[in-house]
């Protein structure tokens, strides 16, 4: 009897054991979906302009200033188109209630001294010839606007505005042939208007180009 008490309790030992409950092995922790990151879109960085560069007319976001005091200078001895470009700048600054002076010294330098002791709001230079003193007289004077028309500095600072248009739109380099200065009587007003919006739209030191 003892034998079989014995052999009772270690049945009941071995079933117990075998309904005790098993301890689940823990699923392995998965890594979290990682989405690979779509190539993003660059962001647009603006382009630093540096002196010189050619914008469009739609650059030039402002309005033309009313009121402002314009120095003109002008060779001593105008070819047709500097008198049509001349005149078409007068009844532009006109429409503008601008305040004018014109100055034809036979000496260019000369010119534009006596426009700098005007102190005006801008000091306009009409067309190719007079390029060397304002050259030199805008890179002497940068605290002062320049606004060149139908023409291009070879290295403007970045107090110069320069308008050109088709058949005045070279970038004067002093050589031995004249620079082109055609279009005048088209062109010579709008560029006026444009190039003084184009300093209200803060665009000093570059060139806008007219179609």
Same mark, same amino acid.
């Given at each position: 009897m003892?034998?079989?008490?014995?052999?009772?309790?270690?049945?009941l030992?071995v079933v117990l054991?075998g309904?005790?409950?098993?301890?689940?092995?823990?699923?392995? !922790?998965?890594?979290?979906?990682?989405?690979?990151?779509?190539a993003?879109? %660059?962001?647009s960085?603006?382009v630093e302009?540096?002196?010189? !560069?050619?914008l469009d007319?739609?650059?030039?976001?402002?309005?033309?200033?009313?009121?402002e005091?314009? &120095?003109?200078?002008?060779?001593?001895?105008?070819?047709?188109? %500097?008198? @049509?470009a001349?005149a078409?700048?007068?009844d532009?600054?006109?429409? =503008?209630?601008?305040?004018?002076?014109? =100055?034809?010294?036979?000496?260019?330098?000369? !010119?534009?001294?006596?426009? @700098?002791?005007?102190?005006p709001?801008?000091?306009?230079a009409?067309?190719?010839?007079?390029?060397?003193?304002?050259?030199?007289?805008?890179?002497a004077?940068?605290?002062?606007?320049?606004?060149?028309?139908?023409t291009q500095?070879a290295?403007?600072?970045?107090?110069?505005?320069?308008?050109?248009?088709p058949?005045a739109e070279?970038?004067?380099?002093?050589?031995?042939?004249?620079?082109?200065?055609t279009g005048a009587?088209?062109?010579?007003?709008?560029? @006026?208007?444009?190039?003084?919006?184009?300093?209200a &739209?803060?665009?000093?030191? =570059?060139?806008?180009? @007219?179609?």
């Open positions: 003892k034998s079989s008490a014995s052999a009772l309790a270690l049945l030992v054991t309904c005790s409950p098993v301890a689940e092995a823990s699923p392995s !922790s998965s890594m979290a979906p990682t989405s690979t990151p779509s993003s879109a %660059e962001a960085t603006p302009l540096v002196p010189g !560069s050619t007319r739609s650059a030039v976001t402002a309005a033309v200033p009313v009121g005091t314009i &120095s003109i200078v002008v060779p001593s001895a105008p070819g047709e188109e %500097e008198r @049509l001349l078409a700048v007068q532009e600054a006109a429409r =503008h209630r601008a305040t004018v002076q014109v =100055h034809a010294d036979t000496d260019p330098v000369a !010119s534009v001294t006596t426009a @700098l002791a005007d102190r709001d801008v000091i306009v009409i067309g190719p010839a007079l390029i060397g003193a304002i050259d030199q007289a805008s890179a004077n940068l605290d002062v606007s320049f606004l060149v028309l139908g500095l290295e403007p600072t970045g107090n110069v505005i320069a308008v050109t248009w058949g070279e970038r004067a380099v002093f050589a031995d042939a004249p620079a082109s200065f009587a088209t062109y010579a007003g709008e560029a @006026l208007g444009v190039g003084l919006a184009a300093f &739209s803060g665009l000093d030191g =570059h060139v806008i180009a @007219l179609d």
